[in-house]
T-cell receptor
Framework: GAGVSQSPRYKVAKRGQDVALRCDPI?????LFWYQQALGQGPEFLTY????????KSGLPSDRFFAERPEGSVSTLKIQRTQQEDSAVYLC?????????????FGPGTRLTVT | GDSVTQMEGPVTLSEEAFLTINCTYT??????LFWYVQYPGEGLQLLLK?????DKGSNKGFEATYRKETTSFHLEKGSVQVSDSAVYFC????????????FGTGTQLKVEL
């Protein structure tokens, strides 16, 4: 079946602009995660949804970052007033209790460059 | 908090050489441990996993054993191929943390003929 998809794959924003990154999880997966991966680093957790409920947003770096999943499927990560330090690859992952120990399936990521 | 430390790369090996990538972790609970792989131009893929002490995860000739006494999960392969060239990430999931993953910084592996 289809995997996790993300759009756009690449986004260039001028400093101060707002951006919205979309994630389509695997159909039926109840859990959805967002991670931020800086160049040469491992992914870092941003936030976690179970269905439409945002259960953990402890990794969001500032109040400029906002995520939603209103109908428990597609999720959007929004970054307001982008800064150069926001440049990174943003990864989305989904999982389900049916996948054993909650294995996470990752999308290809959105590479955000803030100029 | 939870953390994962893995050896820095890049690691360069000749084809058919033995591979070890070290990984150690710190966690407050009883985590599950993972190795993810990122091939050039592709997304992260789960390579193998282990859920409790002394479990051995294996896939595609790669193995790693969950060692609670040394808090380690080293990745090994007996004979690497050029196609194994990728970045390898060690990660843990602490069940008390909602199953979010904590990753190491990644180790780039280059396999040459």
């Amino acid at each position: 079946g289809a995997g996790v998809s993300q759009s756009p794959r690449y986004k260039v924003a001028k400093r101060g602009q707002d951006v919205a990154l979309r994630c389509d999880p695997i159909s039926g997966h109840v859990s959805l995660f967002w991670y931020q991966q800086a160049l040469g680093q491992g992914p870092e957790f941003l936030t976690y949804f179970q269905n439409e409920a945002q259960l953990d947003k402890s990794g969001l770096p500032s109040d400029r970052f906002f995520a939603e999943r209103p109908e428990g499927s597609v999720s959007t990560l929004k970054i307001q007033r982008t800064q150069q330090e926001d440049s990174a690859v943003y990864l989305c992952a989904s999982s389900s209790p049916g996948t054993g120990i909650y294995e996470q399936y990752f999308g290809p990521g959105t590479r955000l460059t803030v100029t | 908090g939870d953390s994962v430390t893995q050896m820095e790369g890049p690691v360069t090996l000749s084809e058919e050489a033995f591979l070890t990538i070290n990984c150690t972790y710190t966690a407050t609970g009883y985590p599950s441990l993972f190795w993810y792989v990122q091939y050039p131009g592709e997304g992260l893929q789960l390579l193998l996993k282990a859920t409790k002490a002394d479990d051995k995860g294996s896939n595609k000739g790669f193995e790693a054993t969950y060692r609670k006494e040394t808090t380690s999960f080293h990745l090994e392969k007996g004979s690497v191929q050029v196609s194994d060239s990728a970045v390898y990430f060690c990660a843990l999931s602490d069940r008390g943390g909602g199953n979010k993953l904590t990753f190491g910084t990644g180790t780039q592996l280059k396999v040459e003929l």
